[in-house]
């Protein structure tokens, strides 16, 4: 059916017509709710992209250089010192264990669930992250005059993330770990249980242990390093780490097919020592740059292609109208 126009048909849609509508529900006759507000419409220029690529490049170019010299000035001893553990080809982010780890068992809600659900041959050829925590034992000496070996002291608390320590990790309601830990079993290379992680300090424990709780924050690449200890600032060592000469006693309980190393280092403003940042700043700049070198030729190009085409049509004008 068509509609009329006519009278009839607005009689319909009236004031007082059956199809009527409040006043209540129609929109404020305003600019705002009418959509009659002046829309600025962004154009693009090929002159404000070229200039915002290559501002970005040199920007991301210029502080990856400044990340860089600044991760290589690190003073090893000056300071606040932290002590890394290294490791070479160990992997951490295997898919399979990742799947199998089971969250509301670290928050101590379910002790009964099959955390790890993929065999453990499997996980002894991929050096998977619960099987082979790091429990070596590191411990570095400050040889006082070439014949008196001092222990540097270390602290092993505060070396974890506040939201890991306080809110993805928790230990069980029980007052006693042991129990509230019975019925289960330690992994085959762990040297000890999960409630005796830290004889020496009780609140250690469990998976509020510090050591635990960074091991289990998983690297994404093979080769990784987390924190293991930092420098406490007494005595000999009030300003940092004194020149001089200093040795490692380290006993090795968890063996891999890698590399280990221990690494040294202090902080400033963007960080540690890692070049990761810097390089991914570089590279972004350079490959940036790269583009608006290329960019900006061929807009030279087509510049240049245009403007000869138009005097090639009014040479041929002048020619047919003399």
């Known amino acids: 059916h068509i509609l009329n126009c006519g009278s009839s ?34 154009q693009l220029s090929a002159t404000g992209v070229l200039s915002g690529f290559f501002a970005a490049g040199a920007f991301c170019l210029g502080m990856g250089i400044i990340l860089i010299l ?3 000035s690190i003073k ?45 041959n499997t996980l002894k050829k991929k050096n998977s992250t619960i099987f082979n925590f790091l429990a070596d034992t590191i411990i570095l000496s400050y040889n006082l005059n070439s014949s008196i070996p001092i222990e540097v002291p270390m602290l092993k608390s505060k070396i974890t993330w506040w939201t890991d320590k306080y809110v993805k990790f928790q230990n069980p309601s029980s007052i006693n770990l042991s129990s509230a830990f019975a019925g289960t079993t330690k992994p085959p290379y762990w040297s000890k249980p999960v409630y005796e992680l830290d004889e ?31 420098l406490n600032r007494i005595q000999y060592f ?23 190393s221990v690494v040294l280092s202090t902080l400033t403003w963007s960080g540690g020592s890692s070049l990761f940042l ?7 700049g350079a490959v940036t740059c790269i583009g ?10 087509r510049h240049s292609t245009n403007s000869t085409a138009s005097l090639t049509l009014f040479s041929r004008l002048c020619l047919l109208f003399p």
């Open 70 to 72: 600044s991760a290589k």
């Open 76 to 120: 090893e001893i000056e300071g606040n010192v932290y002590m890394y553990y290294k490791l070479y080809g160990f992997y951490q982010n295997l898919y399979q264990y990742i799947l199998s780890r089971s969250n509301s068992q670290l928050l101590g809600t379910d002790l009964k669930v099959k955390l790890y659900l993929i065999s453990y």
């Open 9 to 42: 048909t607005r009689g319909n849609f009236g004031p007082r017509g059956p199809f009527a509508m409040s006043r209540d529900i129609l929109p404020d006759n305003t600019a705002l709710k009418q959509q009659q507000l002046p829309a600025y419409r962004l």
């Open 292 to 301: 608006y070198a290329v960019l900006t030729r061929e807009a030279t190009i």
């Open 200 to 230: 020496e300090d009780p609140g250690n424990n469990g998976f509020l242990n510090d050591d635990f709780i960074v091991w289990m924050r998983t690297a994404a690449f093979p080769t990784f390093k987390k924190l293991y200890r930092r």
């Open 238 to 260: 009030i300003e940092g780490l004194p020149a001089g000469n200093y040795s490692f006693n380290i006993t090795y309980i968890t063996r891999f097919k890698g590399e280990k």
């Open 278 to 284: 810097g390089l991914a700043y570089t590279v972004t």
